[in-house]
């Protein structure tokens, strides 16, 4: 059965051909897809707020043409002292096709796959984003034209799309990634990989905690400072006041350089409104393609 939990563990063949495939039916006018999905039905669970997997998950199930269930969190039984992760994996397997889970904890997660005899999608844990970093890979392939030598910066907290952006670049793909990020970040980082037994290590990239190290890129990406659902805190305010993506960084890294962030953004904090809504920035095809990526990913898990 194929679950889409990490990035990591999955083959860059695999990785390769999810991206041509959506880079293909994106562009085609053909109706191959239609009824791929005929009398299947995705859950959608949701334990955080969600604009872009909410509704590009539903789209691209329709569009295939299957049909979609969302829960919110406090419309299941399932939590602390309700019904466990154990009887609503067997509940769910009961009635739906695949489930895509946007999980407190990637625990649950990991959990809700082991049990489930239908597949698990991973749609944002607080350990990783998969199906995001999937959708920026695609923007990149078109954008760039592939991904041989690209460089990849990462500015700021290494947050879920950033652990998810670590395992693309332990798939050999050609890109090059660096990071730019502080110490306590980087600690931060070991102790999740600890505790989730994931551990795509960072020896295929460069992790920097010095700004002065910037220079050309292909592609700048960045993320809110805050885990969503929380509030940013004052110390990671002042950690972090020099990594905001701003004009004068984006001089550094080049005219060609395209400017990335996954959304919801906080303009004015992890980006400035000139960059994010500037030129460079290509937010829109990015989330655009959130819709195009999950119905390659509804195809191979189903
Ligand atoms: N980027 C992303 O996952 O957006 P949503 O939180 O709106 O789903």
């Given at each position: 059965m194929n679950n889409f939990l990490s990035i990591y563990n999955l083959d860059h063949n695999l990785i390769q051909?999810?991206?041509?495939?959506?880079?293909?039916?994106?562009?085609?006018?053909?109706?191959?897809?239609?009824?791929?999905?005929?009398?299947?039905?995705?859950?959608?669970?949701?334990?955080?707020?969600?604009?872009?997997?909410?509704?590009?998950?539903?789209?691209?199930?329709?569009?295939?043409?299957?049909?979609?269930?969302?829960?919110?969190?406090?419309?299941?039984?399932?939590?602390?002292?309700?019904?466990?992760?154990?009887?609503?994996?067997?509940?769910?397997?009961?009635?739906?096709?695949?489930?895509?889970?946007?999980?407190?904890?990637?625990?649950?997660?990991?959990?809700?796959?082991?049990?489930?005899?239908?597949?698990?999608?991973?749609?944002?844990?607080?350990?990783?984003?998969?199906?995001?970093?999937?959708?920026?890979?695609?923007?990149?392939?078109?954008?760039?034209?592939?991904?041989?030598?690209?460089?990849?910066?990462?500015?700021?907290?290494?947050?879920?799309?950033?652990?998810?952006?670590?395992?693309?670049?332990?798939?050999?793909?050609?890109?090059?990634?660096?990071?730019?990020?502080?110490?306590?970040?980087?600690?931060?980082?070991?102790?999740?990989?600890?505790?989730?037994?994931?551990?795509?290590?960072?020896?295929?990239?460069?992790?920097?905690?010095?700004?002065?190290?910037?220079?050309?890129?292909?592609?700048?990406?960045?993320?809110?400072?805050?885990?969503?659902?929380?509030?940013?805190?004052?110390?990671?305010?002042?950690?972090?006041?020099?990594?905001?993506?701003?004009?004068?960084?984006?001089?550094?890294?080049?005219?060609?350089?395209?400017?990335?962030?996954?959304?919801?953004?906080?303009?004015?904090?992890?980006?400035?409104?000139?960059?994010?809504?500037?030129?460079?920035?290509?937010?829109?095809?990015?989330?655009?393609?959130?819709?195009?990526?999950?119905?390659?990913?509804?195809?191979?898990?189903?």
């Amino acid at each position: 059965m194929n679950n889409f939990l990490s990035i990591y563990n999955l083959d860059h063949n695999l990785i390769q051909s999810f991206i041509k495939s959506a880079a293909e039916t994106k562009n085609s006018k053909s109706d191959d897809d239609l009824n791929f999905a005929n009398g299947k039905i995705l859950a959608s669970i949701f334990e955080k707020p969600s604009t872009r997997t909410r509704l590009s998950f539903d789209v691209a199930m329709r569009k295939l043409g299957g049909q979609c269930i969302i829960i919110d969190q406090n419309e299941l039984h399932l939590g602390n002292n309700k019904e466990s992760i154990t009887d609503t994996a067997k509940t769910l397997s009961q009635y739906v096709d695949i489930v895509m889970y946007r999980s407190q904890s990637h625990e649950s997660l990991q959990k809700l796959a082991s049990f489930s005899k239908v597949p698990i999608i991973n749609g944002l844990s607080d350990f990783s984003h998969p199906c995001q970093a999937m959708a920026d890979l695609l923007t990149i392939y078109e954008k760039k034209s592939g991904f041989e030598g690209i460089k990849v910066n990462w500015i700021g907290p290494i947050t879920n799309v950033a652990r998810s952006w670590i395992e693309i670049a332990n798939l050999n793909l050609g890109i090059k990634l660096k990071i730019f990020s502080n110490d306590y970040s980087i600690s931060e980082y070991h102790k999740k990989c600890e505790i989730y037994k994931i551990k795509p290590d960072l020896d295929n990239m460069e992790v920097h905690n010095n700004l002065k190290k910037l220079d050309s890129a292909d592609v700048v990406i960045t993320d809110t400072w805050e885990s969503m659902g929380e509030t940013v805190n004052e110390k990671i305010i002042k950690n972090f006041s020099s990594y905001t993506v701003n004009q004068e960084m984006m001089r550094i890294f080049g005219d060609e350089c395209i400017f990335m962030h996954c959304l919801p953004a906080n303009r004015g904090q992890e980006v400035t409104p000139e960059v994010i809504d500037g030129p460079q920035s290509v937010i829109w095809d990015e989330a655009q393609n959130r819709l195009h990526i999950q119905k390659e990913i509804i195809k191979w898990c189903l």
